[in-house]
């Protein structure tokens, strides 16, 4: 007599189910015609280009991991488009699409050859010098918004916030954590960095502003004001919370934008 207090039809039917999905999942990755055709020319054209790549240890050859071979094929419908048929805007799209997927310049310029040779298209050098200039500039393009993006990240990064708002005026932990939508140890964190940099100073226990003898390399570094644009006044060390009540100021505060 069957004692167990779960329905075991229910439960096998889920694990059945469960079968029937990663089979099907399997069968997608390992047994589509089309993906492996793709993966099988990529390879073929890094080993007939020999390119390398820097490592720990030396030089290797640098061959196309599978999470990249897989991830550009099954997600990107743009690129797979393009892949299957040839358009005009072909080489750019596809060379913008690998390279913000973190492929290599090199990668990226054999991946072209590749797709060449799929659809039987005669090599020239001209067309490989074409593909070399084409592979360079959208090379650097991606780079060139890939670091205004990582800087945009870092100008409205917690620590640029808090510096830019001490230089509206002191504030304490809790104000800056409530102000800033952080959490009060995220902002003592970053305040005890400060001021090791001697960016900031404690003015009283609690109490924070910029440093009057910050380097100025520093504060330009980290914030996202113009020197014109900051509080006029002497030294900074001398400014107390009476002449800067800190509710008065604080609805008006922004966040810095790169």
């Known amino acids: 007599m069957n004692t167990s207090i779960y329905h075991t039809t229910k439960q096998t039917k889920l694990q059945s189910a469960i079968r029937q999905a990663a089979e099907w999942s399997e069968f ?25 790549r820097f490592v720990k240890y030396g030089i290797e050859l640098d061959s196309v991991r599978k999470n990249k071979l897989y991830g550009v094929w099954y997600t990107s419908a743009t690129f797979r488009a393009h892949w299957k048929e040839p358009m005009k805007q ?51 393009e991606v780079q060139e918004k890939k670091m205004k993006k990582k800087l945009e990240t870092q100008q409205n990064s917690l620590r640029n916030r808090i ?26 964190s970053q305040l005890y960095r400060l001021r090791k940099e ?8 609690g109490l924070y502003a910029l440093a009057a003898d910050a380097p100025p ?3 330009l570094k980290h914030t996202a ?8 006044g002497g030294d900074k060390r001398a400014r107390g919370s009476a002449a800067f009540p800190l509710g008065d100021r604080g609805e008006a505060v922004a966040e810095p934008r790169g």
């Open 225 to 232: 004001t113009t020197a014109n644009q900051r509080p006029a």
């Open 90 to 140: 072909s080489q750019n799209a596809m060379l913008w699409i690998l390279y913000n997927r973190g492929w290599s310049e090199a990668q990226g310029y054999v991946s072209i050859l590749a797709w060449w040779r799929t659809h039987h298209r005669k090599v020239t050098p001209e067309m490989l010098e074409e593909l070399e200039t084409l592979a360079e500039r959208v090379w650097n």
């Open 198 to 205: 001697k960016i900031v100073d404690r003015l009283s226990w």
């Open 28 to 52: 997608t990755y390992k047994d589509d015609p089309d993906y492996n055709a793709f993966c099988s020319a990529i390879s073929k054209e890094v080993e007939r280009e020999g390119i390398q």
């Open 163 to 188: 510096i830019w708002f001490l230089q509206q005026q002191p504030a304490t932990t809790a104000f800056l954590a409530t102000k800033l939508n952080a959490t009060s140890k995220a902002v003592d």
């Open 217 to 219: 390399a520093a504060k």
